[in-house]
């Protein structure tokens, strides 16, 4: 495995960034564009950008915020929500994301994957999949925000997406997010075992520890770190140094 990536994600409603408890009790936290400049000042290796309404109200409100965005930081920038075709994933790469996220559109189409891993190349295309545990060993994924039940197992869909031409997965425990008390790793472990392309871990990362434990434990390529940051409780550089001391290799700032 090569260097972890530690990536901050930003969950955006409207002109805010706001941090929920498994995607409810939403609370705004800052504005997009100067805590994307904080994070990646600090080091972050890449950011995500979700826009957690849009499947909701069929539109994006990121366009603007990405373009503004992909003027002053120079890391690859994930874009995810509302995306419902090669035509918005055209516009979000033009706007200067890297790859974007689906989630909503994908569960519906599939076949979408396909279309624009051949477009744009698989290394643009994530599946975002949002997991709630449902029985043993099982995880269904949801879409519009943990909303909306899929019937999808998330091993298998995670298994179809990969053959479908998906790059990469962001993989959102929504029973650990926000919560500060730990990744779901058996669920990190399950995907991670399914398939062959990167995985994010994202949803409950509360201590350097829980960091650590899920990238040594669970074979994810990196984690996504949101509450950790927007409270003030570590910065990326901390993080970062805390991994280095554990053992875990980390990307050094600007490499």
Not at 180 to 190: N, T
Not at 218 to 224: I, Q
Request: neutral net charge.
């Amino acid at each position: 495995m090569g260097k972890a990536r530690i990536i901050a994600r930003l969950d955006v409603k409207g002109p805010n960034v706001i941090k929920g408890v498994h995607l409810e009790c939403l609370r705004i936290v800052g504005k997009p564009n100067p805590l994307a400049e904080k994070y990646y000042l600090e080091g972050t290796d890449e950011l995500v950008y979700m826009d957690i309404v849009a499947s909701l109200y069929q539109r994006s409100n990121l366009l603007n915020i990405v373009n503004q965005t992909s003027d002053n930081i120079f890391i690859p920038l994930t874009v995810g929500g509302g995306i419902r075709s090669t035509e918005n994933i055209k516009a979000f790469l033009k706007a200067g994301a890297d790859k974007v996220a689906m989630n909503t559109a994908i569960t519906k189409n599939p076949k979408l994957i396909t279309e624009a891993a051949k477009i744009f190349g698989s290394q643009c295309i994530v599946v975002s999949i949002e997991a709630t545990k449902v029985g043993e060993g099982k995880w269904e994924n949801y879409t519009d925000n943990g909303r909306e039940k899929t019937g999808l197992d998330v091993v298998e869909w995670a298994k179809e997406a990969e053959q479908l031409g998906a790059g990469e997965i962001l993989l959102t425990s929504i029973d650990r997010e926000g919560t500060m008390k730990g990744f779901d790793l058996e669920l990190a472990k399950r995907v991670s075992e399914a398939v062959s392309i990167p995985i994010i871990a994202s949803g409950g990362a509360g201590s350097v520890d829980d960091i650590a434990r899920c990238i040594k434990e669970s074979g994810c390529d990196g984690v996504a770190v949101a509450s950790l940051l927007h409270y003030g409780k570590m910065s990326i550089g901390e993080i970062k140094d805390g991994l280095l001391k554990r053992g875990i290799e980390v990307r050094k700032h600007g490499k």
